[in-house]
């Protein structure tokens, strides 16, 4: 069992920075794919980054590529998402997820995850 609590959202103005981060219980944290997440009112939950267990692979969005940036630190048990240049399109409630799953293209699912946090509020005003 794996829980995962997110922290680091906040209202930030457009071209403004912010860095979630996902605290993971667990000793086996290392063994996990991480995914982040994210869902804007009215809308579905869409992917938006994912990071190999050793943090060597990672995937993005488009819409975030260049702006976003996933990383992980085992031995805090956390992922962190450094997220830059933020645009208004980013408000959206934020979710990291775990996943026993190696690492893959099917990571930009949400199909692969088995645990997932409470999710932090992002707000971008323009």
């Known amino acids: 069992q794996v829980q995962l609590v997110e922290s680091g959202g906040g209202l930030v103005q457009t071209g403004g920075s912010l860095r979630l981060s996902c605290a993971a219980s667990?000793?086996?944290?290392?063994?996990?794919?991480m995914g982040w997440f994210r869902q804007a009112p009215g809308k579905e939950r869409d992917f938006v980054a994912s990071?190999?267990?050793?943090?060597?692979?990672?995937y993005y969005t488009d819409s975030v590529k260049g702006r976003f940036t996933v990383s992980r630190d085992n031995a805090k048990n956390t992922v962190y998402l450094q997220m830059n240049s933020l645009k208004p399109e980013d408000t959206a409630v934020y979710y990291c997820a775990a996943s026993r799953d190696v690492f893959s293209a099917a990571t930009m699912t949400s199909a692969p995850y088995n645990y997932w946090g409470q999710g932090t509020q992002v707000t971008v005003s323009s």
């Open positions: 990071i190999s267990w050793s943090g060597s692979n990672t």
């Open positions: 667990g000793r086996t944290f290392n063994r996990y794919t």
